[in-house]
């Protein structure tokens, strides 16, 4: 079974039961693939299906309905309008750049998936109208970028087009008139209890998703059956929708890789059918990060594979130490710490902005927050109208307008339009660039991890978003993409592992990268090295020393060029003159964390931070 | 697939997440426990068993043609009009179900605290108010699904109501108070960031849902979701004796709630379990003693017991510890070891 064939399989299931099956997230750069796979879907919808394109951005107001404003005082009275999620009703809707969904709006679209409808009240109107649709997400992420998790966690799949050739040519496999009668077929499919056992049994030996993710694995099946002309799910259409629903979701690799399919926990009575080929998945799990299932797995593959390595053999009294560090760092980091750098960055950013063109760090206007008034203009772009005022500033002017006798209509003109003005506070993301080679002794890095711990909570109170970067042997991963969730982030750093060589450059370029990406979204970055600066691993993860620190001097010039608010702390036993060159470099605030003594080094943060 | 009025999975359906189903029976036995907030995986019917809760209430007395739902036997809780025309009148009552108001998210705030009539304005030129949502919830359920990702200002807005239970408006020309005292009701996936802290107050309970992991759990759930989904009404009739059972049960807690027998000794060790556990305030143990005797009631023993405290502290306590943010996944933990210490090693449970 290639890949293409299971692509174009998927848009046969998915036209046959859009509302049902949730969607399919495409993930792939712009790629002829994706039009085919597009094109074949819309061939394979009925004429009369409606079908409607959004981009990732799109307003409240479009994509739920909200006033429609003409109509409403054209006929004195509300009207609503409908959103593009009750136009498609019975349909599919395609979300553009899916990666950019905020967990806003992708919460909107996890209701109206969940419940089939859409319900709310906007404006002075209630909103409800049936919205049975189907979700296709258009995700061209790179690397950590992707569409939100909860949202794929109500799609049945998840297809990574990424890895076609060019030239792969993808045509329906079926004939509409196919898919009518499956159609037909599908409210009286039956799906024996032995097959619904199993697609349990194998979604928890994968780790794959949710509960809900398995109910899409036995809608899938039950879709296949009928597809194939049959009113009873069988085993091969189980083996169809695990392949296709589960596999991509698997968090617990199937360990004999190659050919042979790993065994689920409890062999069910049809023989087991994990993924006979697991599919692009092999080495890496593709890219929706598996939701968390159980108590224990961690929260992205990568944890594992990092837990895997050398983390395993916790020591009671490594434990305890780090405890014991943590109350000492405590006393080290002082609460407002990352605010007041954050505002020195602020300076900076707005500064920088009215030459660049950038997002500063303030928005003073956007679609959400709080409300900060209301200013004369017209609703366009992401102004909403503000209805009431708009009426107030139009009323005095009724009589001379001509309103009177029977006529009782309100006259606005343009003028009269006011739009609600909201303050949005910038989100800020906070990366964390732990150092936890084998110079940062275990002391060294558990005290690194107290006072990112500490940090942390310091984020938290005005949440904030964190990204934790670690870097030791050749180079620095992401060990926790940009979140607010304290415990994901706790997670990942007392999954830390320690030792190995300092590739301080790597980790300079890592932070420098992330800081841009949220630069662009339009946050405000600040980067935290927690490293010693003993820098002995060149860019391309070759040893040495000396190129080294030729690797990091310069990345750091870099890094000072992105105008990031940065702030260096030195955890080596005695400050030394190659960080603080380093820190000065980079232009960041540098703070020495000497160790053992709680007292002195609260002086020095104090002092550091008071200046 | 119809849209017709749709039947709630029914509550007794749920499979296991007993915790959960205990803290929203308990806050349905006594309203002033404060609400019941649901964190954790998703997928794991945290919206089915609230919409689910709402199927079950016994329906409430109100004053007929009232916009808030008064309580006719409540005197003193009354709105205005309705006080106003208790002066002149007696005033009707009638059964209405108990409302579970659904937040929407993407609800602009107008529709939440209610705002001038527009089509009122619109057509007549009459400046008249029309109630939002916090007045539709008023001596009900306000459910918010996602809560965590609630705008900023709309979150506001719930604190200063949640705790005052009135509402008042001021805008648009328009000044009018009403009472809005509801159970709230909060669901999300921690995940997705967290919650902020005087929110957080304002849920009396707090629970905590995993994915069951274990097979026969997970067929279950699968099994019933599907049947439910093919012949929803016929799943809803398989269910009734049970559900119907259950609601019986929770009108006699009620009843009998009052009459509860509270031992000095079982005040003294909630007083001791929270003092152990350093929690803010009082308001932590006035949570634990009312859930404890919401259980008792419930359970139809004559007195609060230990067992009763032991049973429902973990989501009484469990979001009230002192801030330390950092240590939200453990906090489970460090209640129940607060449990073992000071309410002893589990015993059998005496009615």
């Known amino acids: ?611 | 697939m119809t849209m017709l009025a749709r039947p709630v999975f029914p509550f007794s359906a749920i499979v296991a997440q007993d915790e959960m189903k205990l803290a929203m029976i308990c806050s349905a036995v006594d309203p002033t426990i404060g609400g019941v907030l649901v964190f954790g995986d998703r997928g794991t019917g945290k919206s089915t068993a609230v919409r689910a809760l709402a199927a079950l209430l016994p329906p409430m007395h109100a004053v007929v043609g009232c916009r808030y739902g008064c309580d006719p036997a409540a005197r003193e809780a009354l709105c205005e009009e309705c006080q106003t025309r208790a002066k002149s009148e007696t005033l009707k009552d009638r059964l209405v179900p108990v409302p579970v108001v659904d937040m929407p998210l993407g609800v602009t705030e107008d529709r939440v605290v209610g705002a001038l009539d527009l089509e009122r304005a619109l057509s007549q030129g009459v400046k008249a108010f029309e109630p939002g949502l916090l007045a539709r919830a008023n001596r009900g359920f306000l459910y918010i699904d996602e809560v965590n990702l609630l705008e900023d200002h709309l979150v506001d807005l719930l604190i200063d109501v949640a705790a005052s239970g009135e509402n008042v408006v001021e805008r648009e020309g328009l000044s009018v108070r009403h009472p809005a005292r509801f159970v709230l009701i909060g669901s999300g996936n921690p995940e997705e960031g967290e919650l902020r802290p005087q929110l957080l107050d304002r849920f009396g309970l707090s629970v905590e849902v995993k994915t069951p992991t274990e097979l026969q759990a997970r067929v279950d759930v699968i099994k019933r979701r599907d049947e439910f989904e093919r012949d929803k009404s016929a799943f809803v009739a398989k269910w009734k004796k049970q559900d119907d059972a259950l609601r019986r049960k929770i009108v006699a807690g009620r009843k009998r709630l009052a009459e509860i027998e509270l031992p000095d000794a079982v005040l003294e060790q909630a007083a001791k379990l929270c003092m152990q556990l350093g929690t803010d305030g009082l308001r932590a143990e006035l949570t634990l003693i009312r859930a404890a005797r919401a259980l008792a009631s419930y359970e139809q023993a004559a007195a609060v017991s230990v067992a009763h405290l032991r049973r429902v502290a973990p989501p009484a306590l469990r979001h009230r510890l002192r801030r330390d943010p950092l240590d939200e996944s453990g906090s489970t933990v460090r209640v129940e070891r607060a449990i073992a210490e000071v309410l002893g090693a589990a015993e059998v449970q005496g009615a």
Not at chain 1, 14 to 37: T, Y
Not at chain 1, 46 to 68: F, Q
């Open chain 1, 1 to 611: 079974m290639s890949a293409e064939s299971d692509a174009a399989l998927i848009v046969s299931l998915f036209a046959i039961d859009p509302g049902g099956l949730g969607g399919v997230c495409l993930r792939s750069p712009v790629h002829p693939a994706r039009d085919q796979w597009l094109q074949a879907l819309r061939a394979s919808l009925s004429e009369a299906t409606p079908l409607r394109k959004v981009p990732a951005s799109i307003p409240d107001g479009r994509l739920l309905g909200g006033l429609d404003l003409v109509a409403t005082l054209k006929a004195n009275r509300p009207i609503a309008a409908r959103g593009v999620l009750a136009e498609a009703h019975g349909g599919v809707v395609i979300v553009t750049m899916a990666e950019r969904l905020t967990a806003q709006t992708a919460a909107r679209l996890n209701a109206v998936l969940d419940a089939g409808e859409v319900v709310t009240g906007r404006e002075g109107v209630t909103i409800r109208n049936p919205a049975s649709v189907g979700l296709v997400l258009l995700d061209e992420g790179e690397a950590e970028e992707r569409a939100p998790i909860a949202l794929l966690d109500r799609l049945a799949f998840l297809l990574d087009l990424g890895i076609f050739s060019m030239h792969a040519l993808l045509t329906p496999e079926h004939e509409t008139a196919d898919l009518d009668a499956a159609r037909q077929r599908l409210p009286d499919v039956q799906i024996p209890e032995a097959i619904l056992r199993a697609l349990c049994a194998t979604a928890i030996a994968l780790g794959a998703g949710s509960p809900r993710v398995t109910l899409l694995t036995a809608r899938v099946a039950r879709v296949a059956a009928a597809l194939d002309g049959r009113l009873e799910v069988g085993e091969d259409d189980a083996v169809l929708a695990a392949r296709l629903v589960l596999a991509p979701r698997a968090t617990i690799a199937p360990r004999p890789p190659a050919d042979a399919p790993p065994e689920p926990a409890q062999p069910p009575e049809p023989p087991a059918e994990p993924p006979t080929e697991p599919p692009p998945s092999e080495a890496a799990p593709p890219e929706p990060p598996p939701p968390l299932s159980a108590n224990e797995p961690p929260a992205d593959p990568q944890d594992q594979v990092e837990l895997d390595d050398e983390d395993q053999p916790p020591q009671v009294d490594a434990q305890m130490l780090a405890d014991v560090i943590l109350a000492a760092a405590q006393a080290a980091i002082p609460a407002g710490l990352l605010a007041r750098i954050r505002s020195d960055a602020a300076q900076r950013a707005t500064a920088r902005a009215s030459s660049a063109g950038r997002t500063g760090a303030l928005r003073k206007s956007g679609a959400r927050g709080r409300p900060s008034g209301v200013s004369a203009g017209p609703p366009q772009g992401s102004a909403r109208l503000n209805l009431i005022e708009t009426l107030r500033a139009a009323a005095p002017w009724q009589r001379l307008r001509g309103r009177g006798g029977a006529d009782q209509r309100v006259r606005v003109s343009p003028d009269d339009f006011r739009v609600t003005r909201y303050q949005q506070r910038a989100q800020t993301l906070t990366i964390f660039a732990v150092d936890a080679s084998g110079s940062s002794a275990l002391n060294r890095l558990a005290e690194a991890k107290g006072a990112v711990e500490l940090l942390l909570a310091d984020c938290y109170v005005r949440r904030d978003q964190v990204a934790v970067i670690a870097f030791r042997g050749k180079g620095a991963d992401l060990l926790l993409p940009p979140t607010r969730s304290l415990v994901r982030a706790k997670r990942s750093l007392a999954g830390l592992p320690g030792g190995g060589g300092t590739p301080l450059a790597a980790a300079i370029d890592a932070a420098g990268a992330l800081a841009s990406l949220s630069l662009r979204r339009g946050e405000t970055p600040t980067i935290i090295f927690l490293t010693d600066g003993r820098a002995n691993v060149a860019r391309d993860g070759a040893p040495g020393r000396e190129r080294g620190q030729a690797n990091a001097l310069q990345a750091a010039r870099i890094l000072s060029a992105a105008g990031v608010a940065t702030l260096f702390v030195d955890t080596s036993p005695r400050p030394s003159d190659l960080a603080r060159e380093l820190a000065a470099v980079m232009r960041a605030q540098y703070l020495p964390l000497p160790f053992a003594n709680a007292r002195a080094l609260s002086t020095i943060v104090k002092a550091a931070t008071v200046s």
